[in-house]
């Protein structure tokens, strides 16, 4: 089995910045793909980037440009650097990790609130 949990979500005026982690614990070595989604209130939950045990990432459209995925196997960590912050980005947003196609393990989530 494997555990995700996610830290770093707060409230931050437009413009702002900040950094999610996700912390993976258990069958890490089964993990394929770590990822970042985001469901807003009343919207569809997307996936905001992913990455892969290589390094190989993807990151929306919606928020190229803004937001970076990283990871640091030393810590069986994945981050979400978020940065110019927008009111739309308000969501809760979730760290999975997937260890087969269509099967993922997921975090709590963590609220981001942007404030205009």
């Known amino acids: 089995q494997v555990q995700v949990a996610e830290s770093g979500g707060g409230l931050v005026q437009a413009g702002g910045s900040l950094r999610l982690s996700c912390v993976a614990s258990?069958?890490?070595?089964?993990?394929?793909?770590m990822n970042w989604y985001r469901q807003a209130p009343g919207k569809q939950r997307e996936l905001v980037a992913d990455i892969t045990t290589d390094g190989s990432s993807n990151v929306a459209d919606s928020v190229k440009g803004r937001f970076t995925i990283s990871r640091d196997n030393a810590k069986n960590t994945v981050y979400l650097e978020m940065n110019r912050l927008k009111p739309e980005d308000t969501a809760v947003y979730y760290c999975?990790?997937?260890?087969?196609?269509?099967?993922?393990?997921w975090g709590r989530g963590t609220q981001v609130t942007v404030s205009s």
């Open positions: 999975s990790a997937t260890v087969r196609l269509g099967y993922d393990h």
């Open positions: 258990g069958s890490i070595k089964t993990i394929k793909v």
